[in-house]
Protein backbone atom coordinates (compact mmCIF):
# COMPACT_ATOMS: atom_id res chain seq x y z
CA UNK A 1 0.00 0.00 0.00
CA UNK A 2 1.59 3.76 -0.73
CA UNK A 3 1.57 5.70 1.79
CA UNK A 4 0.22 9.10 1.25
CA UNK A 5 1.70 12.11 2.02
CA UNK A 6 0.62 14.23 5.11
CA UNK A 7 1.43 17.70 6.19
CA UNK A 8 3.48 18.22 8.52
CA UNK A 9 0.63 19.66 11.05
CA UNK A 10 -0.82 15.85 11.12
CA UNK A 11 0.42 12.87 13.42
CA UNK A 12 1.87 10.37 11.40
CA UNK A 13 -0.34 7.49 10.54
CA UNK A 14 -1.60 4.47 12.17
CA UNK A 15 -0.03 1.32 11.25
CA UNK A 16 -3.19 0.01 9.51
CA UNK A 17 -3.37 -3.75 7.85
CA UNK A 18 -1.44 -3.87 4.70
CA UNK A 19 0.96 -1.66 6.00
CA UNK A 20 4.39 -2.83 5.79
CA UNK A 21 5.49 -3.41 9.60
CA UNK A 22 8.45 -4.10 11.51
CA UNK A 23 8.49 -7.88 11.63
CA UNK A 24 10.84 -8.14 14.33
CA UNK A 25 8.66 -7.31 17.02
CA UNK A 26 4.42 -6.80 17.64
CA UNK A 27 2.89 -4.03 15.49
CA UNK A 28 1.69 -1.29 17.34
CA UNK A 29 0.14 2.59 16.40
CA UNK A 30 3.30 4.50 14.52
CA UNK A 31 1.63 7.70 15.75
CA UNK A 32 1.45 6.97 19.61
CA UNK A 33 5.10 5.93 19.26
CA UNK A 34 6.42 8.95 17.41
CA UNK A 35 4.08 11.19 20.28
CA UNK A 36 4.96 9.31 22.95
CA UNK A 37 8.57 11.36 22.44
CA UNK A 38 7.25 14.47 23.41
CA UNK A 39 6.23 12.56 26.70
CA UNK A 40 9.83 10.99 27.02
CA UNK A 41 11.43 14.27 26.33
CA UNK A 42 9.34 15.73 29.43
CA UNK A 43 10.72 13.13 31.70
CA UNK A 44 13.76 13.23 30.83
CA UNK A 45 14.32 17.23 31.69
CA UNK A 46 12.02 17.18 34.77
CA UNK A 47 10.49 20.42 34.00
CA UNK A 48 8.19 22.35 31.58
CA UNK A 49 9.59 23.42 28.08
CA UNK A 50 8.76 26.03 25.79
CA UNK A 51 6.86 24.61 22.66
CA UNK A 52 10.51 25.22 20.23
CA UNK A 53 12.57 23.27 22.80
CA UNK A 54 10.12 20.42 23.59
CA UNK A 55 9.61 19.92 19.75
CA UNK A 56 13.24 20.17 18.82
CA UNK A 57 14.25 17.21 21.94
CA UNK A 58 11.43 15.09 20.21
CA UNK A 59 12.84 15.11 16.65
CA UNK A 60 10.34 16.83 15.07
CA UNK A 61 8.50 20.62 14.64
CA UNK A 62 6.41 22.90 16.86
CA UNK A 63 3.65 22.33 13.81
CA UNK A 64 3.64 18.84 14.19
CA UNK A 65 4.53 18.69 18.14
CA UNK A 66 0.69 20.55 19.04
CA UNK A 67 -1.49 18.34 17.59
CA UNK A 68 -0.17 15.67 20.15
CA UNK A 69 0.22 17.96 22.77
CA UNK A 70 -3.51 19.31 22.80
CA UNK A 71 -4.44 15.39 23.28
CA UNK A 72 -2.41 14.90 25.90
CA UNK A 73 -3.38 18.09 27.48
CA UNK A 74 -6.98 16.73 27.16
CA UNK A 75 -6.20 13.34 28.89
CA UNK A 76 -4.23 14.94 31.86
CA UNK A 77 -0.88 13.79 30.50
CA UNK A 78 0.35 17.41 29.76
CA UNK A 79 -0.69 20.75 31.43
CA UNK A 80 0.34 24.10 29.93
CA UNK A 81 1.10 26.62 32.17
CA UNK A 82 -1.08 29.83 32.33
CA UNK A 83 -2.82 28.94 28.81
CA UNK A 84 0.07 29.66 26.57
CA UNK A 85 3.24 29.33 28.31
CA UNK A 86 5.75 25.90 28.61
CA UNK A 87 4.21 22.37 28.91
CA UNK A 88 4.39 20.20 31.94
CA UNK A 89 3.49 16.93 32.93
CA UNK A 90 0.09 16.84 33.68
CA UNK A 91 -1.94 15.39 36.54
CA UNK A 92 -2.51 11.99 34.86
CA UNK A 93 1.41 11.45 34.45
CA UNK A 94 1.83 11.60 37.56
CA UNK A 95 -0.40 9.46 39.23
CA UNK A 96 0.97 7.18 36.96
CA UNK A 97 4.32 7.63 38.16
CA UNK A 98 3.65 7.25 41.59
CA UNK A 99 1.35 3.80 41.03
CA UNK A 100 4.32 2.73 39.53
CA UNK A 101 7.03 3.19 41.86
CA UNK A 102 4.61 1.47 44.35
CA UNK A 103 4.32 -1.64 41.92
CA UNK A 104 8.32 -1.23 42.65
CA UNK A 105 10.09 -3.44 45.14
CA UNK A 106 13.89 -2.76 44.58
CA UNK A 107 14.80 -6.43 45.74
CA UNK A 108 12.51 -8.21 43.48
CA UNK A 109 13.70 -6.20 40.50
CA UNK A 110 17.11 -6.62 41.28
CA UNK A 111 16.87 -10.47 41.76
CA UNK A 112 16.85 -11.53 38.30
CA UNK A 113 19.12 -8.83 37.36
CA UNK A 114 21.92 -10.27 39.33
CA UNK A 115 21.20 -13.31 38.44
CA UNK A 116 22.56 -12.58 34.83
CA UNK A 117 25.30 -10.70 35.95
CA UNK A 118 26.41 -13.73 38.02
CA UNK A 119 26.37 -16.09 34.66
CA UNK A 120 27.82 -12.94 32.25
CA UNK A 121 30.48 -11.99 34.92
CA UNK A 122 31.69 -15.45 36.04
CA UNK A 123 31.31 -14.17 39.37
CA UNK A 124 28.72 -14.57 41.83
CA UNK A 125 26.38 -11.36 42.51
CA UNK A 126 24.52 -10.61 46.04
CA UNK A 127 21.87 -7.95 46.69
CA UNK A 128 22.60 -5.94 50.05
CA UNK A 129 20.18 -4.25 51.96
CA UNK A 130 20.49 -1.74 54.96
CA UNK A 131 19.25 -3.30 58.21
CA UNK A 132 19.15 -3.04 61.98
CA UNK A 133 22.79 -4.26 62.12
CA UNK A 134 24.37 -2.47 58.83
CA UNK A 135 24.90 -3.83 55.39
CA UNK A 136 22.59 -7.24 55.46
CA UNK A 137 22.56 -9.65 52.53
CA UNK A 138 19.65 -10.60 50.90
CA UNK A 139 20.02 -12.38 47.96
CA UNK A 140 23.35 -14.40 46.38
CA UNK A 141 23.39 -15.12 42.68
CA UNK A 142 26.31 -18.39 43.11
CA UNK A 143 28.63 -18.43 39.99
CA UNK A 144 29.55 -21.37 38.03
CA UNK A 145 32.30 -21.63 40.43
CA UNK A 146 31.43 -19.68 43.33
CA UNK A 147 33.67 -18.35 45.76
CA UNK A 148 33.90 -20.16 49.30
CA UNK A 149 33.01 -17.49 51.55
CA UNK A 150 30.12 -17.10 54.06
CA UNK A 151 27.66 -15.21 51.38
CA UNK A 152 23.95 -16.87 53.12
CA UNK A 153 20.58 -14.68 53.74
CA UNK A 154 21.19 -12.59 56.53
CA UNK A 155 25.33 -12.55 56.34
CA UNK A 156 25.93 -8.46 57.71
CA UNK A 157 28.93 -6.94 55.83
CA UNK A 158 31.71 -4.97 57.99
CA UNK A 159 31.61 -1.47 56.80
CA UNK A 160 35.09 -0.94 56.48
CA UNK A 161 36.24 -3.96 54.83
CA UNK A 162 33.78 -4.84 52.15
CA UNK A 163 32.75 -3.34 48.75
CA UNK A 164 29.07 -3.43 50.29
CA UNK A 165 29.76 -1.72 53.60
CA UNK A 166 32.09 0.86 52.16
CA UNK A 167 29.14 1.79 49.51
CA UNK A 168 26.73 2.17 52.01
CA UNK A 169 29.14 4.21 54.52
CA UNK A 170 30.05 6.34 51.47
CA UNK A 171 26.00 7.28 50.76
CA UNK A 172 23.97 7.00 53.94
CA UNK A 173 24.15 9.70 56.47
CA UNK A 174 27.20 9.73 58.85
CA UNK A 175 25.28 9.35 62.34
CA UNK A 176 23.90 6.17 60.93
CA UNK A 177 27.17 4.83 60.00
CA UNK A 178 28.78 5.36 62.96
CA UNK A 179 26.03 4.30 64.83
CA UNK A 180 26.29 0.52 62.85
CA UNK A 181 30.14 0.50 63.45
CA UNK A 182 29.64 0.75 66.97
CA UNK A 183 27.34 -1.80 67.14
CA UNK A 184 29.87 -4.07 65.35
CA UNK A 185 33.02 -3.17 66.32
CA UNK A 186 34.21 -4.79 69.37
CA UNK A 187 36.27 -2.96 72.09
CA UNK A 188 39.57 -3.47 70.60
CA UNK A 189 38.50 -2.79 67.23
CA UNK A 190 39.54 0.62 65.55
CA UNK A 191 36.97 3.43 67.63
CA UNK A 192 33.76 4.41 65.46
CA UNK A 193 34.72 6.71 63.78
CA UNK A 194 35.25 8.50 60.22
CA UNK A 195 39.67 7.76 59.79
CA UNK A 196 41.45 9.42 57.00
CA UNK A 197 41.93 6.68 55.33
CA UNK A 198 38.15 5.66 55.44
CA UNK A 199 37.27 9.17 54.86
CA UNK A 200 39.55 8.72 51.39
CA UNK A 201 38.00 4.99 50.60
CA UNK A 202 34.81 6.73 51.16
CA UNK A 203 35.37 9.75 48.58
CA UNK A 204 36.64 7.54 46.06
CA UNK A 205 34.05 5.30 45.99
CA UNK A 206 31.47 8.23 45.69
CA UNK A 207 33.76 9.70 42.82
CA UNK A 208 33.60 6.67 40.91
CA UNK A 209 30.47 5.44 41.84
CA UNK A 210 31.78 2.06 43.01
CA UNK A 211 33.27 0.56 46.08
CA UNK A 212 35.51 -2.21 45.83
CA UNK A 213 37.90 -4.65 48.61
CA UNK A 214 40.83 -6.92 47.87
CA UNK A 215 41.69 -9.15 50.25
CA UNK A 216 39.43 -6.75 52.78
CA UNK A 217 37.84 -9.66 54.93
CA UNK A 218 39.12 -12.77 53.70
CA UNK A 219 41.93 -13.58 51.92
CA UNK A 220 42.04 -14.11 47.97
CA UNK A 221 38.80 -12.66 47.78
CA UNK A 222 37.84 -9.05 46.14
CA UNK A 223 34.48 -7.32 45.36
CA UNK A 224 32.93 -4.89 43.56
CA UNK A 225 29.73 -2.78 44.57
CA UNK A 226 27.50 -0.33 43.23
CA UNK A 227 24.68 1.46 44.50
CA UNK A 228 20.90 1.83 43.43
CA UNK A 229 18.91 4.68 44.56
CA UNK A 230 15.17 5.51 44.59
CA UNK A 231 13.12 8.25 43.55
CA UNK A 232 14.38 10.38 46.50
CA UNK A 233 18.51 9.82 45.48
CA UNK A 234 18.26 7.30 48.64
CA UNK A 235 20.97 4.43 48.07
CA UNK A 236 18.21 1.45 49.06
CA UNK A 237 20.75 -1.41 47.77
CA UNK A 238 23.93 -2.58 46.87
CA UNK A 239 24.77 -5.02 43.73
CA UNK A 240 28.37 -6.52 44.68
CA UNK A 241 29.96 -9.01 42.26
CA UNK A 242 32.74 -11.17 44.48
CA UNK A 243 35.11 -13.46 43.25
CA UNK A 244 39.23 -15.16 43.72
CA UNK A 245 41.05 -12.17 44.07
CA UNK A 246 43.93 -13.84 41.46
CA UNK A 247 41.00 -14.00 38.54
CA UNK A 248 38.35 -10.73 39.60
CA UNK A 249 39.67 -7.01 37.88
CA UNK A 250 38.97 -4.37 39.94
CA UNK A 251 39.54 -1.32 37.64
CA UNK A 252 36.52 1.00 37.03
CA UNK A 253 36.74 0.65 33.24
CA UNK A 254 36.96 -3.18 33.18
CA UNK A 255 33.25 -5.47 32.67
CA UNK A 256 32.78 -5.82 35.83
CA UNK A 257 32.62 -2.30 36.93
CA UNK A 258 30.99 -1.24 33.81
CA UNK A 259 28.19 -4.02 34.04
CA UNK A 260 27.40 -3.75 37.62
CA UNK A 261 27.14 0.53 37.39
CA UNK A 262 24.57 0.05 34.02
CA UNK A 263 22.25 -2.62 35.63
CA UNK A 264 22.66 -0.16 38.85
CA UNK A 265 21.70 2.67 37.14
CA UNK A 266 19.18 1.06 34.88
CA UNK A 267 17.21 -0.47 38.42
CA UNK A 268 17.89 3.24 39.61
CA UNK A 269 15.79 5.02 37.12
CA UNK A 270 12.93 2.27 37.12
CA UNK A 271 12.70 3.43 40.92
CA UNK A 272 12.59 6.97 39.79
CA UNK A 273 16.31 8.19 40.33
CA UNK A 274 17.50 11.32 37.98
CA UNK A 275 21.12 10.93 38.13
CA UNK A 276 22.47 14.23 39.71
CA UNK A 277 25.63 16.32 38.62
CA UNK A 278 27.78 14.58 41.74
CA UNK A 279 25.88 12.23 44.33
CA UNK A 280 27.19 12.98 47.98
CA UNK A 281 25.55 11.36 50.87
CA UNK A 282 22.59 12.64 52.98
CA UNK A 283 22.93 15.37 55.88
Not at 60 to 71: D, G, I
Amino acid sequence: MRRHPFPDTMPDDLDLPGKDSDTRGPRGIQSVEVGGQLLVALAHHGRPLALKDLAREAGMTPAKAHPYLVSYIKLGLVEQENGGGRYGLGPLALQLGLISLQQYDPVRLATPRIEELALSLGHTVAIAVWGNRGPTIVRVAEAPSPVHISMRHGTVMSLRGTASGRLFAAYLPPAQVLEALRLNETADAEPARFTPTFEAILAQTRATGLAQSRDGVVAGVSALAAPVFDDGGRMVLSLTAIGPSGHFELDEHHTPARELRRVARELSRQLGWREPETMTPAA
